[in-house]
């Protein structure tokens, strides 16, 4: 009987987990850097972060949280997923409202990057931007919204696993190596 218990509790909680984590895309990848310390994957991160931030035209990215002790760095920001035209002068700019987060450890560090709604913004004059939230366009576009935000989101959300696959690769490519130029 116990057993029965602890295996329905186990199911009950591994869905719960599951229920709160539908409304955001999350992606995870861990980066192994065999010995090396985490402060040294602490700093390659800060540098990664920040080439990668100064290195985007039009995304928008922020440290959020910075814990050295914890070997923890968290950005928040933008992606810049791209540009629909809606008539001959005017479309849409979107965007992906993301967190990225990089925690470090001696070898390794994890990064993860998750991307709870979508935010888009009409050319043609300063209006509010529109914020919808990932669930509702991603994987397969169910919003009732605008009918041109459908048509940018059908446009554009399908490149959302590539885009956040390549932030991810470049930072833990750049972590793992570090800088080449030490001295």
């Known amino acids: 009987m116990k057993k029965v218990l602890v295996l329905f509790l186990m199911l009950t909680v591994s869905l719960v987990s599951t229920a709160q984590n539908s409304d955001v895309y999350e992606k995870k990848e861990i980066i192994t850097a065999d010995s090396v310390k985490a402060g040294t994957l602490y700093v390659r991160t800060l540098e990664a972060l ?7 035209k039009r995304s928008k990215a922020n440290v959020d949280v910075q ?3 914890e070997g923890l760095v968290v ?3 933008k992606l810049y997923l791209g ?5 001959m002068l005017y ?6 409202d993301f967190t990225l987060k990089v925690r470090c450890k001696n070898g390794k560090a994890q990064i993860t990057m998750t991307i709870p ?5 009409w ?6 931007d529109t914020t919808v939230p990932i669930c509702e366009v991603y ?37 793992a190596k570090g800088n080449e130029d030490d001295f």
């Open 117 to 121: 709604s979508l935010t888009y913004h």
């Open 123 to 128: 050319s043609a004059e300063n209006s509010a």
């Open 139 to 175: 994987p397969q576009f169910c919003y009732k919204g605008e009918k041109s935000i459908k048509k940018t989101s059908l446009a554009l959300t399908p490149t959302i696993p590539k885009c956040v696959a390549e932030v991810i690769n470049n930072i833990g490519e750049r972590i």
């Open 50 to 56: 920040s080439d990668w931030a100064g290195s985007q």
């Open 67 to 69: 814990d050295k002790d």
């Open 91 to 96: 479309g849409w700019d979107a965007f992906a």
């Open 83 to 87: 540009f629909v035209k809606q008539n």
């Open 75 to 77: 950005y928040k920001g």
